[in-house]
Nanobody
């Protein structure tokens, strides 16, 4: 059974930092893309950052230079280091893993940034 277990969310003041983790288990084929999405109340889910198996990364303009995505292929874990957090970063953050032709989602972790 495939599971994506997220951790690291919480409440932080503006300017603070958080580190999200997402550990995948039960996936027997090679993981290609690992991503972080977020969804704020009343808004659509948006892509925050992505990384490929070769280590290429991409970020949305709103988080570029503040967030860093990384992955540990041996542990099948993806991380999101979030620095200089702003109130507009408040959202539920979801990890996404693509392996072969299948896509898996984490359960989401709440990040709340107070002003």
């Amino acid at each position: 059974q495939v599971q994506l277990v997220e951790s690291g969310g919480g409440l932080v003041q503006a300017g603070g930092s958080l580190r999200l983790s997402c550990a995948a288990s039960g996936i027997s084929f090679s993981i290609t893309s690992m991503r972080w999405y977020r969804q704020a109340p009343g808004k659509q889910r948006e892509l925050v950052a992505s990384t490929t198996s070769s280590g290429d990364t991409n970020y949305s303009d709103s988080v570029k230079d503040r967030f860093t995505i990384s992955r540990d292929n041996a542990k099948k874990t993806v991380y999101l280091q979030m620095n200089d957090l702003k109130p507009e970063d408040t959202a539920v953050y979801y990890c996404y893993v693509r392996a072969s032709l299948r896509v898996f989602w984490g359960q989401g972790t709440q990040v709340t940034v107070s002003s």
